[in-house]
């Protein structure tokens, strides 16, 4: 996780100008580069000639490659900052994902600081912490979104204890 932070502030500061790099400095490999846009990802996304399309496409087609049976059933993103994409690239990949045919829905576990609510611009009445606390009316926290092609549920109110409800049984049934 520290080198994932450390490489991403050399992104920022301009030191990787070869994607390349990343893999060279971490050992891992390069799903792919996602270029800047002057729109929201949100609305990018779904022009699938856009370069943000191309982009994630091309991410979600290297991570069909990391498995036997294709891409992987659950994916996690995850970052040491804020602001460094991960509710932009969840949208993206799910989009992408959905275009193939697969059956997606995408969950933001970030309930301490929701924000793909925001981002599409929707209620956050009932999502993933209620699950978490107990409430098994998940219909009433699903949201299908017709227009990305995958379903949503959003993280729900912010809870007072956060930590203890994602380290539940609950998130493993889910």
Avoid: W
Avoid at 89 to 99: G, Y
């Amino acid at each position: 996780h520290g080198s994932c932070g450390r490489i991403v502030g050399e992104l920022r500061a301009g030191a990787i100008r070869d994607p390349q790099d990343v893999t060279n400095r971490i050992d891992l490999p390069l799903l792919g580069a996602i270029p800047e846009t002057e729109q929201t990802v949100a609305q990018d996304i779904l022009d699938k000639k856009s370069t943000i399309y191309e982009a994630y496409f091309s991410v979600m087609t290297n991570l069909s490659f990391l498995t036997e049976h294709g891409a992987p059933r659950s994916i996690m993103l995850t970052s040491s900052r804020p602001q460094e994409g991960k509710s932009s690239s969840s949208l993206s990949l799910a989009s992408v994902l959905a275009a193939t045919g697969k059956s997606v829905i995408l969950v933001d576990a970030d309930i301490r600081n929701p924000s793909l609510n925001r981002y599409l611009e929707m209620p956050n009445n009932k999502g993933l912490s209620h699950y978490l606390s107990g409430d098994d009316s998940l219909q009433e926290m699903i949201a299908t979104l017709p227009q990305f092609g995958f379903s949503l549920m959003t993280a729900g109110k912010t809870p007072p204890n956060a930590a203890e409800l994602l380290g539940r049984d609950r998130l493993s049934l889910l």
